[in-house]
């Protein structure tokens, strides 16, 4: 339980941040393509024997970065390249599960997350990739701000957007991969899109969203955590559910308050 | 082609006087020579012959693939501390032609040159600031006018680099002169259309360009919002010595402040003084070719 609520929180505090410039830059979706992708890196783990965080992180890197250079070339519309990368990392990820004889009850804790089989092993791979991408997100921070406001203005002006994009569709690999085991691979988009929109109607900066937007995300893991301990739920739902009444809740508070800042 | 130069051109002749030098008379002698090779050498012309124009386009074509050719022939010199309106109706061709000038599209034929370089190779890109149509910039973003503004000064200063006192005084200073200083920690919602403007010019100006080139401005914003838009820009051009590009496809307020007018139909038709433009152009969704 500890040790759920230690990846828990590091899953809390990154996926909002990096969620924040996929909701300005309408790519909320993107997190779910890459999810799926990480589906099939699960599998390929079971098959060859190997630790499944892992080859799913390779293979939501991989993916995301695939989704954001087809996007760039302009060889396929967004949408399109998004529905390339997501079906091929399910039916890949199904047919190597079934080739591995795996599709059984494990699978579970990836699809929708699990408190009790998450190991010391995984709470160092977390918080070591969890440092590395809040540490990323504040070095190129002014950089995603700029290419969000305005993406083509910042590439005349000389903003490096195609490294920016890349970098970012890294991170959207990286959050995906250490979500997976606390919040399952359906659900992982979720915790990236929920706390944003749900920070953005009641801040007042975009640094105020994306703070906001953290302490919603790990507030949402706790609370969600709590429960589905308490309840023997699984927690990706309940995590995800919670999310979306902080939703409701500042809606609410926005309502309530129509001039705030 | 020769519709769209050669009746016109005493606009060209003109847009040089302004800048001053002698120099500079020759220079466009050089471009207008025209064709390739004379052309690619007045756009890279070495240091101290001659001062390179800020845009220079020599018998510039482009096409999307598999269509009918969007510019034909255009030949264009923008020298520095022009104020120029490109104006024309809508698929004309005047976005096109400037990103041709910008470097994000190449020509199919004949070449670009931008500060002397070629435009897609152009070393210091954080020269030019380039504020697109109202509908294309993250207006809906819950930024503060000081956000955006800051987000202009990361070409000037690197993505990776802190910013230092210099850059909060160039943010604070485009603020101020946009006159948006009693709104700086306002969010964007919160501001009009015309403010919302602003706040995006102030984040132009903050990376200090030596260019400003502003696609469609006043699409979007109230017939005031526009007179205090192209007066704004007269100011600017006059106090800051900026080369400013004003693209529309209407002239509206600006008319009065640039010193030059360039109307584009499928390739220059009119290049010159306001003053001189036939009366019947006026609206230029009427030009005939």
Known sequence: MRLAFAIGAIVGLVAPAVGFFLVQRRMSLIGDGVGHVAFAGVAAGYLLGVSPVLTALVASVGGAVAIELLRARRQTAGDQALALVFYTGIAAGVVLLSAAGALDANLFAFLFGSILTVTNGDLILVGLLGIASLALIALVYRGLVAATLDEEGARVSGVPVAALNVSLAALVGVTVALSMRIVGILLIAALMVLPVIAASRISWSIRSTIVLAMAIGLASVFVGLTISYYANLAPGGAIVLVAAAAFGAASLARALRPVAR | ?289
């Open chain 2, 1 to 289: 082609m020769s519709l769209a130069i050669e009746p016109a051109n005493g606009g060209v002749a003109a847009g040089v006087g302004a800048t001053g030098a002698g120099v500079s008379a020759e220079t466009a002698g050089v471009g207008a020579t025209g064709a390739g090779v004379g052309a690619e050498a007045a756009g890279i012309c070495p240091a101290g012959t001659s001062v390179p124009a800020v845009v220079e386009l020599s018998g510039a074509s482009f096409a999307y693939p598999g269509s009918a050719p969007v510019l034909r022939d255009v030949n264009l010199r923008v020298e520095r501390g022009e104020f120029v309106a490109i104006a024309g109706p809508n698929g004309g061709g005047k976005t096109t032609l400037v990103r041709l000038a910008l470097g994000l599209e190449r020509p199919s034929a004949g070449s670009v040159a931008l500060f002397g370089e070629p435009a897609a190779r152009v070393g210091r890109r954080d020269r030019i600031g380039y504020l697109r149509q109202r509908a294309q910039l993250g207006i809906d973003a819950p930024a503060t006018v000081r956000e955006v503004v800051a987000a202009g000064r990361v070409p000037r200063r690197g993505v990776l680099r802190l910013l230092r006192a210099e850059d909060h005084a160039a943010i604070e200073e485009a603020i101020a002169r946009v006159g948006l200083d009693g709104q700086a920690r306002s969010p964007l919602a919160r501001l009009s259309g015309g403010q919302q403007q602003r706040a995006f010019i102030a984040k132009a100006l903050a990376g200090q360009p030596e260019l400003l080139v502003l696609d469609e401005p006043t699409s979007g914003v109230d017939v005031d919002a526009q007179e205090s838009l192209a007066a704004l820009l007269d100011e600017l051009h006059r106090t800051l010595e900026v080369t400013i590009i004003f693209v529309s496809h209407e002239f509206g307020a600006i008319e009065r402040f640039v010193g030059r007018i360039v109307l584009v139909r499928g390739g220059i038709v009119f290049d010159g003084d306001p003053a001189k433009l036939p009366i019947s152009w006026h609206d230029p969704s009427h030009v005939h070719s």
